[in-house]
T-cell receptor
């Protein structure tokens, strides 16, 4: 079984500041890793994913994440945030083999202050 | 064009009633899912179907019954609704079972009074 821990439930930052949202996972098998964003009253949208290859993954809206296998982490970063980045961010994993189901972390609420 | 659509968007009903939520995807995907998001925003998978076949049933009460009439549709029927069923239900689809991005619908907010 897999589990995902997002270490911060809320992260407030000022506009144009850098941000890092932390994600650690636990799994006995190899996994794919994802970050999803949920804007208020909307569904989830994929920001980026790691399936294989380079451990630094670039996604939409200027976000990137780095897969660290030894630390079982997949932290999300953005060098300069905007008001429009205010949303809930979810880290998720799924097994590489077997029926795919996303196991989500608890979510991190990112609030951008002017 | 909407990729994954759900109806209704909001559903308010009394305890004990039976209700259905419909989901349709026009992406040509083989696999569809239902997730439940509780009041603390925690997301958990309920079911997945691949080519109309049930693949995942994540210890959901028998009161919940998914039905997939074809690959493009996955409906969720809930019998004898309880207060604890209040949540946002998300439908999703992916190209196939393994290693693909899941596309999510806008969600259905169910409130049981």
């Amino acid at each position: 079984a897999q589990s995902v821990t997002q270490l911060d439930s809320q992260v407030p930052v000022f506009e144009e500041a850098p941000v890092e949202l932390r994600c650690n996972y636990s799994s006995s098998v190899s996994v794919y890793l994802f970050w999803y964003v949920q804007y208020p009253n909307q569904g989830l949208q994929l920001l980026l994913k790691y399936l294989s290859g380079s451990t630094l993954v670039k996604g939409i809206n200027g976000f990137e994440a780095e897969f660290n296998k030894s630390q079982t982490s997949f932290h999300l970063r953005k060098p300069s945030v905007h008001i429009s980045d205010t949303a809930e961010y979810f880290c998720a994993v799924s097994e590489i083999q077997g029926a795919q189901k996303l196991v989500f972390g608890q979510g991190t609420r990112l609030t951008i202050n002017p | 064009d909407t990729a994954v659509s759900q109806t209704p968007k909001y559903l308010v009903t009394q305890m004990g009633n039976d209700k259905s939520i419909k989901c349709e995807q026009n992406l040509g995907h083989d696999t569809m899912y239902w997730y439940k998001q509780d009041s603390k925003k925690f997301l958990k998978i309920m079911f997945s179907y691949n080519n109309k076949e049930l693949i995942i049933n994540e210890t959901v009460p028998n009161r919940f019954s998914p039905k997939s009439p074809d690959k493009a549709h996955l409906n969720l029927h809930i019998n004898s609704l309880e207060l604890g069923d209040s949540a946002v239900y998300f439908c999703a689809s992916s190209l196939s079972l393994v290693g693909n991005e899941q596309f999510f619908g806008p969600g259905t907010r169910l409130t049981v009074l």
